[in-house]
């Protein structure tokens, strides 16, 4: 355990310094070709060939015709190459503002070295640039579909999730892809039919399914209960967090039985898991382009899923969106950083502000890589948090039961990375008012099994405590009706120690009634209940270590 005073130097300190600084959320991708003066390549993977086909494309910048001969592939590794017609291009004369490609096959075998010596050379006429010149294959095959890096996945693909001696779905047989993840929770719906119900919450550019597996011991039956949220990949490249939610799914059906706090929390709250928010990203980055922090939206129009079409998911969501000056988010379709033609413009994002619109949750984790941080809304500059915040000190506890896995990184709370406008976080917490969180989980998709479950491991005391942080308090739920017919009624719900400074209003659910607020403290709270037409309620109530739950009635407004 740790004392209060080192208590405070780990993780209420940080809270402080991140206050007045902040630091931020996931950085750019390497820029995909290098330029000259006289011509620009880029390029492309297709991984769902065999063997996987880099198609180099060079365009003549040069203002004039460019004059190109004598391709060879050179180098000591030049061997895990080959031109895909079995021959080097002709000599060639690329008119100014043409392009040309030049298909490659990779013949390498999985995984591909760190370092290799192999590149395409050719002659040309450009009198102020060496001749041949050498373009570096290194750089393509650093990005090259992330399946011929994970070892064992290529033999994964296509068969049945496994399972243990006792008939259960493993998850921990490594990285899973869109149709691994879509195949998991299928089959756990099926094996846990009065636990689990498996809901199509969207659709994606390319036409993949975005999923969410409801978890709740009788759900059909109460709907009426507090909602948690727990989404990975928005960036689809970031595979850890994929495997975190469907560790956290595992746990929750497979030992509901063994855990007796599992089973009070099935008992009390509906829980739903989002493992895959990106599944065109997490595609096009383990099978077909080596990119998939974006989403699958055809930037260029082009018909072809380039490595810079798409858009940040994550930077996509209405709340301040556009509203930092290209620091964090970008206007241009090219950009990593790209947040869309408009807010919520992408369907995933859609998908996700929907669920919500119907669910209000109270709180929720969103998975990222890999900064090893815990971020605590509100993330954007310019934006001032709730006052006293129980996001932070909800936040502070989920860094500090939390373990890396790593000796040398720890989870920290901190407002941002670095500022950064139209993410989920803010809107959900702006919205509706969740405790909503950024994971930034230790790495980014460790290829060593022992360092992967480590981290997966590390993740649990983090979730674990925010779904019981709700029962043990200081919360305060409720219901707000009509008085005379006892309807449930959607009405502005606040309380008057805690100062908003974004024009928040949050209201019951307006379905069921209910509100849930977890408290920063415990001590006397003046709850005050509005909506037209009907008198304002306020209640003064004590709040302490307990989930308080009250009824307020509201009564028509006679004037």
């Known amino acids: 355990m740790n004392t209060p005073a080192l208590f405070f130097r780990r993780f209420l300190g940080p809270i402080l310094l991140a206050c007045s600084q902040g630091s931020a959320l996931c950085g750019a991708e390497d820029a995909q070709s290098p330029k000259s003066p006289a011509w620009e390549i880029v390029w492309r993977w297709n991984g769902e060939l065999q063997p996987p086909l880099l198609t180099l494309s060079l365009a003549n910048k040069r203002g004039a015709a460019l004059a190109l001969k004598d391709w060879a592939l050179v180098g000591k590794d030049a061997g895990e190459f080959a031109f895909a017609d079995g021959e080097s291009p002709p000599a060639t004369v690329l008119e100014a503002g043409r392009s040309m490609e030049i298909p490659l096959v990779w013949k390498g075998v999985p995984p591909p070295k760190a370092k290799i010596d192999a590149s395409l050379s050719f002659a040309h006429d450009v009198p102020i640039a060496k001749s041949p010149a050498a373009w570096n294959l290194q750089i393509p095959l650093n990005q090259i579909p992330f399946k011929f890096r994970a070892e064992g996945f290529p033999e994964r693909i296509g068969k049945p999730a496994p399972r243990d001696d006792r008939g259960r779905i493993l998850v921990n047989d490594g990285y899973h892809d869109d149709a691994m993840v879509a195949q998991i929770l299928a089959a756990i719906a099926q094996d ?40 990975a990949a928005h960036h689809g490249n970031e595979l850890l967090s ?16 063994a855990d007796p706090q599992i089973a009070q929390w099935l008992d009390r709250y509906d829980i739903w898991c989002v493992p895959l928010a990106n599944p065109d990203g997490c595609h096009n980055f383990l099978h077909q382009t080596g990119k998939g922090r974006k989403n699958g939206r055809d930037t260029d129009g082009n018909g072809i899923m380039d490595p810079a079409d798409g858009v940040d998911l994550n930077r996509n969501y209405p709340f301040r969106w556009d509203a930092l000056d290209e620091k964090a988010s970008n206007g241009n379709p090219a950009h990593p950083w790209y947040r869309g033609p408009e807010a919520a413009s992408e369907p995933e994002t859609k998908a996700l502000m929907d669920l919500a619109d119907r669910e209000r949750f109270v709180a929720l984790i969103s998975y990222h890589t890999s900064a090893t941080r815990i971020l605590v809304p509100y993330t954007t500059d310019g934006v001032r948090s709730p006052r006293p915040s ?15 896995g790593r000796p040398d990184r720890e989870y920290l709370p901190v407002r941002n990375l670095y500022s950064v406008d139209g993410v989920d976080q803010d809107w959900h917490f702006w919205r509706y008012g969740t405790l909503a969180y950024i994971w930034e989980g230790p790495s980014t998709n460790p290829l060593a099994a022992r360092d992967r479950q480590r981290m997966i491991a590390g993740a649990r005391p983090g979730w674990r405590y925010l779904l019981e942080r709700l029962a043990s308090g200081p919360t305060l739920s409720g219901h707000v009706v009509e008085a005379k017919t006892g309807k449930p009624l959607e009405a502005v719900v606040s309380l008057d120690e805690i100062q908003c400074f974004q024009n928040e209003v949050h209201t019951s659910h307006p379905v069921t009634g209910r509100f849930d607020r977890v408290l920063p403290i415990e001590g006397v709270y003046h709850l005050r209940v509005r909506k037209d037409g009907y008198r304002t309620a306020l209640q003064e109530l004590t709040v302490g270590r307990e989930w308080k739950c009250v009824r307020v009635e509201l009564q028509p407004d006679s004037r």
């Open 242 to 257: 994929i495997e975190i939610v469907l560790d956290i799914i595992s746990q929750l059906t497979a030992d509901r039985d």
């Open 390 to 404: 129980a996001a932070w000190i909800v936040g502070a506890h989920l860094a500090a039961l939390s373990d890396s």
């Open 192 to 231: 846990y039919p009065d636990l689990a119900a498996l809901h199509e919450i969207g659709t994606t550019w390319q036409g993949r399914k975005v999923l969410a597996l409801q978890i709740d011991r009788d759900a059909k039956r109460n709907p009426d209960k507090p909602a948690f949220l727990f989404v």
